[in-house]
């Protein structure tokens, strides 16, 4: 038998360029995942989650972190908890079969826990809640009673054991169900007390909550919020996740018009401009909120995977170009923090690379160097 025949299906979906990048990460590092209108991360978080869910990326993990799994000792598992803003988990679903996740299946063992961001964030009424995004009976949320008193409790009291819905656009009630999945995850193992598995939190499009919604006024601060302290509002909630996290993957968008602020600066040389135009207007809250969070969010991460479009346009069998840098939360240190040869160069530091892409139709993804 090759080796290729032993290895899960959804590790044989991840190419070989681009394994190494997607190992997990040291503990309470941020990988962050940018894209622009063309180049969507979907692709790449689902192999991040095949990775991190599959048999022979917990064997990798657990080596290079001296652990072993075995028994009831599940220190090198890793589960992931998956919080999407822009995607149902429909998609999802359907997408990580594609690529050999059966997530419903992945749900039910309590390896796999999804928070529905998209469905149902403005739907007030706990009674008037649609289906669950998840139609496999795995991932299904009980209904909730007619009568069930309008509290805080009800925007999140219907999640079932791996799947949730987001039933409030309030950030208190976003930050506290959250916070209650990756309890959950952390709480569920075999046999008595807390499981020491790891738990991955991937947040896909949590910038859509800078255009959409607004931060409840704190009842210490009179004034509104103003646009800085919108997008540090929001930093504040993703770093109590990541602490009760051992790694964390976010995805943002850097499309010139949302970062009107850093067009052109140096700041923003890592993140390749979508257009050539430069406006010298004021810049719009949204644009200010946005610029803000994805310069916090690239000087904390560990490593920066960004994805666009080619330059010349489109061409039949490339998608786009992705590039793998360092980002501000990389220290090139030893012992814990030296993953991988492939990964990291000559004294631990990161060995930056862009490779061409190429989705295909039957969901499939090549990444090869350029020339190749």
Known sequence: MTT??????????????????????????????????????????????????????????????GEGVTGQDDAGIAKVVLVSFLR???????EGGRVGLDLPKLSKRERFYFVDGLTSLFDQSPSSTPAPSFPSPALRSPPLSSSSPPSHQTHYRDISRSSSTLRSARWTDIHDHVRDVIERAKGAGPGEGRSTARVVL???GIDFLLAATEPEASVTVKEPFSSTKKSVRLLDILHSWREQTHSTILTLTVDTPLLGPLTGSS?????????????????????????????????????????????????????????????????????EERIDERWEGEGGRLEENEFLYFVGADGGVKVFERGA
């Open 4 to 65: 290729a025949a032993r290895l899960p299906r959804s590790i044989r979906h991840i190419p070989p360029l681009l394994e190494p990048y997607l190992q997990t990460p040291p503990r309470h590092s941020l990988t962050l995942l940018t894209s622009i209108l063309g180049a969507s991360t979907n692709w790449l978080v689902l192999r991040f989650l095949a990775h991190a869910l599959s048999e022979c990326g917990l064997k990798s993990q657990s080596e290079r972190w």
């Open 88 to 94: 149902d988990g429909t998609f999802w679903e359907r």
């Open 202 to 204: 991937v947040v896909d």
């Open 267 to 335: 700041a923003f040389s890592a993140y390749p401009s979508t257009s050539d135009h430069h406006s010298t207007s004021t810049p719009t809250p949204l644009e200010t909120d946005h610029a803000s969070l994805v310069t916090s969010v690239a000087h904390q991460a560990r490593r920066i995977i960004s994805l666009r479009t080619l330059d010349t346009g489109v061409a039949r069998d490339v998608s786009g170009v992705v590039r793998i840098g360092v980002g501000g939360g990389w220290d090139g240190g030893g012992g």
